[in-house]
């Protein structure tokens, strides 16, 4: 490991090989760093943080802090960032409440500059978060999703996996995977399909996944007579039980067609 004299490192703090800390960084106690991270200089690593190997952390970011939630009462809890992951400058991560007792962020993922991942989020893994964009407490992402800049998610939201939201996007409502979300106020805006076949998926998929969303979106029937009918008249897949399942597990319902 290769640590700066100018850094402030609790002895008690597990650092993996190879780690490199800069000048100026602060890591505190309960703190575990997988080999290979880099930890750019002033960046923040407070108690109960969990970082993966080969992960940056770039200056100012904080990762661990407490979280900003009036019923936190000092319970021990983490933050946890898995490997490859990317922090970004000013990024903050606040660890864990008593609800889920630990933030997590995945592997592979890119948390751009100014964003904000409140305490027991649950981010999965390749996951791109844009610069400025604000994710409140109990949040939760499925793989490969991507939210552009200056994004706004109310706390308790999903958010299906290959999904794109647009920057400025408000978000109070859950947002179905496979989809491109935006406008304002957010609405559905078609699937994901230059995504989607970036990632391998076939032409019989996304066949399926525009039929299903086009019977939710543009049929003219509610949620509940929508999901039944994809239920019933559309083929067993891999996606559709995926986005039959997300459909049925949402608490806070999901976001409108565009001319609702």
């Not at 027991?120 to 793989?143: K, P, R, S, W, Y």
Request: include cysteine; glycine fraction near 10%.
């Amino acid at each position: 490991m290769n640590i700066s004299a100018l850094a402030s490192v609790h002895p008690d703090a597990v650092i993996g090989k190879d780690v490199i800390i800069s000048p100026f960084v602060t890591i505190d106690k309960n703190v575990v760093i997988g080999d290979g991270t880099y930890i750019y200089p002033n960046a923040v690593i407070l108690e109960g943080a969990r970082i993966g190997k080969n992960c940056r952390i770039f200056p100012n970011a904080v990762i661990s802090a407490i979280p900003q939630d009036l019923k936190f009462a000092g319970e021990e809890t983490t933050a946890e960032i898995g490997d490859n992951t990317t922090v970004r400058e000013c990024v903050t991560v606040n660890r864990g409440t008593a609800s889920k007792g630990k933030t997590t962020i995945g592997n592979n993922c890119l948390l751009m500059a100014y964003s904000h991942v409140a305490h027991d989020c649950m981010l999965n893994n390749n996951i791109i978060i844009g610069n400025a964009t604000q994710l409140a407490g109990e949040v939760e992402i499925d793989d490969f999703a991507i939210l552009s800049g200056g994004v706004l998610v109310h706390q308790f939201c999903k958010i299906g996996k290959h999904i794109m939201l647009q920057g400025g996007s408000r978000t109070n409502k859950d947002i179905p995977p496979y989809i491109i979300a935006g406008r304002d106020p957010i609405s559905y805006a078609g699937i994901n399909v230059i995504g989607l076949r970036r990632r391998g998926f076939s032409n019989e998929e996304i066949g399926t996944i525009q039929e299903i969303y086009r019977i939710i979106y543009q049929s003219g029937l509610n949620n509940t007579q929508a999901l039944d009918k994809v239920i019933k008249e559309t083929p067993d897949s891999i996606v559709k039980n995926e986005i039959v399942t997300f459909l049925q597990s949402s608490a806070r319902g999901i976001i409108k067609g565009y001319m609702d």
